[in-house]
């Protein structure tokens, strides 16, 4: 049989707060964080889901904090907290088996737009040298790799919004191989620049209340007109479960099961059936080796886009038929935090399990559509016991599941 692999530290820096239990009580609360954010004034959206309170040069240290961008601050500011909190020692090297698996789907743009903007003037010599490695997406990996003394493997998955969960999903074969003892596995990502913000305005994809920002994330609601970016991190420590309950580490949450594989249908639309996504539910459930039945909460992706809400509400129906478990979906709260949804969608559904408790969709009042899913809505609804899955989908028909159970 496989090694078991436990998850037994996490750290989060999300619009919800910076300590699993700040995050935890703004889901609970249901409350959307989208607000206007300077940095976007006087474009068509100009509202998101920023991180506030992070103060970067206190966390990283000036010179670290103005080497990087955003993303990689975040990310390394998570992975120190999940060490802390798995009970590892921080004050030396973790050492050539422990590895750094970060799911980024692109990296925050505002550099390169910058960086370009100086070549367009004919002033190369403007460009800086670190525009490169403060910015490409490996560097998320590498800089957490550096601050912590991870000599393992260490690289960056790219699924599109599926980037974090497959980081997860790689991480855990890792330890599952013998490669790795030890995995810090999760996800970064800033959506807020103007340049990334603008070419999802462009194609069409974000919602356009920008007189209620508040109400414009709305998880499988019928008034739903599309998603509010967001940003953050979240790091999770994974090893195997032999090895946790060796060093008498807490077990957060096990990581059972995990499925992956493409729609091959579109670039940026889902499959209308959802086919891709139930072949990916149904993947992870038997790695597991669970039966539907044994499900008893599901962590969606929930974009609040129309047809992904919808090809997701497909997807779940077409797994569990009429027993669908009850479904919740945090981006509601914190919006769309892209290469990084995954992992911090896997954070909180181990709080979730931890917590005996599905935590409710914010904005949501009603579904349209021919599926109609078990939304938790109001407040809370207790759920103890049973395993549940994290459902993670991104553009060219990225479909990444993992399934957790209780510690």
């Known amino acids: 049989m496989p090694a078991e692999v436990a998850i037994t530290g996490l750290g989060l820096v999300t619009p919800a707060g910076h300590t699993p239990e700040d995050n935890w009580t703004a889901l609970c609360e249901a409350r959307s964080l989208a607000a206007p954010d300077p940095e976007l004034a006087g474009l068509p959206v100009d509202f998101c889901c920023r991180v506030n309170g992070f103060d970067a040069a206190a966390e990283l240290g000036g010179p670290l904090a103005r080497r990087v961008d955003p993303f990689i601050q975040f990310a390394v500011v998570a992975a120190r907290r999940a060490v802390a909190d798995a009970g590892l020692a921080t004050g030396g090297p973790l050492g050539e088996r422990a590895g750094v698996v970060l799911g980024v789907g692109s990296n925050c743009l505002s550099s390169y737009v910058t960086e370009f903007g100086h070549l367009g003037a004919g002033r190369p010599e403007r460009v800086s040298p670190l525009a490169l490695p403060r910015s490409v997406p490996s560097m998320a990996a590498g800089e957490v790799a550096i601050d912590l003394g991870a000599q393992g493997p260490n690289f960056t998955t790219a699924s599109a919004c599926a980037s ?95 499925g992956a594989g493409s729609d091959a249908h579109h670039p940026v639309a889902p499959h209308p059936r959802g086919e891709g996504a139930a072949r990916a539910i149904a993947a992870a459930l038997a790695d597991a080796d669970c039966r539907p039945g044994d499900i008893g909460q599901v962590n969606a992706h929930g974009t609040s886009t129309p047809l992904g809400d919808a090809a997701e509400a497909a997807a779940l129906v077409r797994v569990f038929g009429d027993e669908v478990p009850p479904v919740t979906a945090s981006k509601g709260v914190i919006g769309h935090a892209l290469g990084a949804a995954g992992a911090i969608q896997a954070a909180y559904t181990v709080l979730a399990l931890r917590h005996g408790a599905v935590p409710p969709v914010a904005n949501f009042g009603g579904q349209d559509g021919d599926h109609k899913l078990d939304i938790v809505t109001g407040r809370p609804r207790p759920a103890a016991g049973k395993a549940a899955i994290s459902c993670s989908f991104g553009f060219g028909g990225q479909n990444a599941v993992l399934l957790l159970t209780p510690g």
């Open 164 to 258: 974090g969960a497959t980081a997860l999903g790689v991480a855990r074969d890792l330890l599952r191989s013998g490669t790795c003892d030890l995995v810090l596995a999760g996800g970064s990502e800033s959506g807020r620049s103007r340049m990334a913000v603008t070419c999802f305005t462009r194609m069409r994809a974000l919602s356009r209340r920008r007189d209620q920002p508040a109400l414009a994330s709305r998880p499988f609601d019928a008034r739903r007109d599309g998603l509010v970016l967001g940003e953050g991190a979240a790091v999770l420590v994974l090893e195997r479960a032999e090895d946790a309950r060796a060093r008498r580490a807490p077990v957060l949450a096990m990581l059972r099961g995990y």
